[in-house]
């Protein structure tokens, strides 16, 4: 892979990346099926000790047709501290990468990946989840496992990544 053109941009530190992607509630994939592409944004969980994002959806519809044609994806998760006014500049931090889509099938997976977004995504994940997961609600939801193949990032030099 092509590396960063603008070193002074690029975040060396893997710790760093993962805490941006932490930090996230929304990733955008790029996808790509006969020469035609096609991007959606989606909301996540991350699983940083088995490198992955998890992502539910619908059991059919283009994103679906497309990923079981062409599993490899392009995402980004940006944290956009805005413009700076009167100096041409823009403040964020942003990692890509590339990773590859399966969908789960056992319960138990799918249980753990919906436990994962939902800690990222609330504040009292523990209610959401009692209320939300259901042997019913399991069965019928589609879960798409991101396994993160490469990964790589930049940031304006003023935006602090707490880590």
Request: net charge negative.
């Amino acid at each position: 892979m092509r590396g960063i053109r603008r070193k002074e941009k690029e975040i060396t530190e893997e710790t760093e990346l993962l805490q941006i992607i932490k930090s996230c509630k929304y990733v955008t994939l790029a996808m790509c099926t006969d020469n035609e592409p096609y991007l959606v944004t989606l909301s996540y969980g991350f699983d940083e000790e088995n490198r992955c994002m998890y992502f539910h959806c619908a059991n059919e519809g283009k994103k679906i047709d497309i990923l079981k044609q062409n599993p490899i994806v392009w995402g980004q998760v940006i944290i956009d501290e805005g413009y700076v006014t009167g100096k041409c500049d823009h403040l964020y931090a942003s990692v890509q990468f590339k990773g590859i889509v399966t969908f789960l099938e056992s319960a138990d997976d799918k249980r753990y990946a919906l436990r994962s977004m939902i800690d990222m995504l609330e504040y009292d994940p523990d209610i959401v989840y009692k209320e939300q997961v259901t042997e019913k609600s399991v069965k019928r939801v589609m879960i798409g496992r991101i396994d993160i193949e490469h990964i790589s990032g930049k940031k304006s030099k003023n935006v602090i990544i707490s880590v």
